[in-house]
């Protein structure tokens, strides 16, 4: 079922389809606020006060016009401004293709300085997703280079279902990054990826227990846990108090309608936490890909087409 979900999210013919769909419009409601930027500035209002930060990212990827990768920069630009006018400290979080790393690497690596500076001004990180393994080299290099260049309120995200994510960890660590871990969400093959849930999630503890030692070793590291594996969290939380590190030495990051009780007991509890707000009109792709990591998502889905 993961297979097939992970294949209809790449088929064109379907994503040109589905969205059409009214049953699949109501569906895919209970995973992001709305289509427009407005939903998701009201949704992160009402995180506000329950103490929830939230994460900003415009659905959309792989553009293939530098006028579309033009547009995604404006409107991020045009979110930052609103949330500064509101007086919300959201950060964003943008997909490298959804800027235009299939077109040119340079218009890129601009691209996301200009909203790396623009982000600074609102005192936060801009975080770069990991895409599938024909982008994690060179989502790595840009990171490395724009760090490089001056820009250090820069994030990314590093999968542990990949089998390199260990070296790449102690690659990044001098850089005082940030880094979100994920498990993954693209069909990788075995030859570069684990493929167990078991051996995901060792690995998962195995570079978040790293990344927590170097920290405690006085390494300035942000440390981002984008899971809802809030058994994992609490193991990890636990090594974390081992090592003598106050609970805001990592956050936790979960999804817009995913796990909501877990996020509110946590921020409760006085974890770090933020939610990731999704929206746009481009859901499709992204939407298949959380119905794949929970199949069971699906039946959810289909009870839509009941009125
Ligand atoms: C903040 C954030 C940012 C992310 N960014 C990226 C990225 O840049 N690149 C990337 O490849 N992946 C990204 N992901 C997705 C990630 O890789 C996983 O696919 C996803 O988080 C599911 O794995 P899990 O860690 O929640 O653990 P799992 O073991 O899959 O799930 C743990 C538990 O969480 C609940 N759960 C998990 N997923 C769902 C769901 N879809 N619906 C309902 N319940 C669910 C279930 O109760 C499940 O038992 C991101 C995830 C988060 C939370």
């Not at 297979?3 to 699949?24: H, K, V």
């Not at 709305?34 to 209002?45: C, F, I, P, R, T």
């Not at 553009?63 to 990768?69: F, G, H, L, P, Q």
């Not at 547009?71 to 979080?93: I, N, P």
Request: aromatic fraction near 8%; include cysteine.
């Amino acid at each position: 079922m993961r297979t097939l979900l992970l294949w209809l999210a790449r088929s064109t013919w379907f994503r040109d389809r589905i969205p059409r769909l009214p049953f699949a419009r109501r569906a895919v409601r209970r995973f992001m606020p709305g289509e427009d930027m407005e939903a998701a500035l009201d949704a992160a209002a009402r995180f506000r006060s329950e103490q929830i930060g939230v994460l900003f990212t415009r659905l959309g990827e792989n553009v293939t016009r530098d006028e579309d990768a033009d547009a995604t920069l404006g409107h991020y630009v045009a979110l930052l401004d609103a949330c500064a006018a509101r007086g919300l400290r959201a950060e964003l979080s943008v997909k490298l293709t959804q800027l235009g790393l299939d077109l040119d690497e340079d218009r890129t690596f601009e691209r996301v300085a200009r909203l790396a500076d623009r982000s600074a001004r609102n005192a936060g990180v801009l975080w770069m997703d990991m895409e599938g393994s024909a982008y994690t080299d060179r989502t790595i290099s840009l990171y490395e280079r724009l760090v490089g260049a001056g820009h250090a309120n820069l994030g990314v995200c590093l999968q542990a279902y990949l089998r390199r994510t260990a070296v790449d960890v102690q690659r990044l660590l001098p850089l005082r990054p940030a880094i979100r871990l994920v498990k993954g969400a693209y069909d990788e093959p075995p030859s570069i990826a684990f493929r167990t849930k078991r051996a995901v999630d060792a690995n998962y503890a195995a570079l978040a227990m790293a990344m927590l030692e170097a920290c405690a070793a006085g390494q300035q590291v942000r440390i981002a846990l984008g899971t809802h594996d809030v058994e994992l969290v609490e193991q990890l939380a636990g090594h974390a108090t081992a090592l003598g590190l106050a609970r805001d030495a990592f956050e936790v990051n979960m999804l817009y309608g995913i796990r909501l009780d877990q996020q509110r007991r946590l921020a409760r509890e006085g974890y770090v936490v933020r939610d990731l707000l999704a929206y746009g009109p481009a859901w499709y792709a992204w939407y298949m890909r959380r119905l794949a990591e929970r199949p069971v998502n699906v039946v959810f889905a289909l009870r839509q087409v009941l009125p």
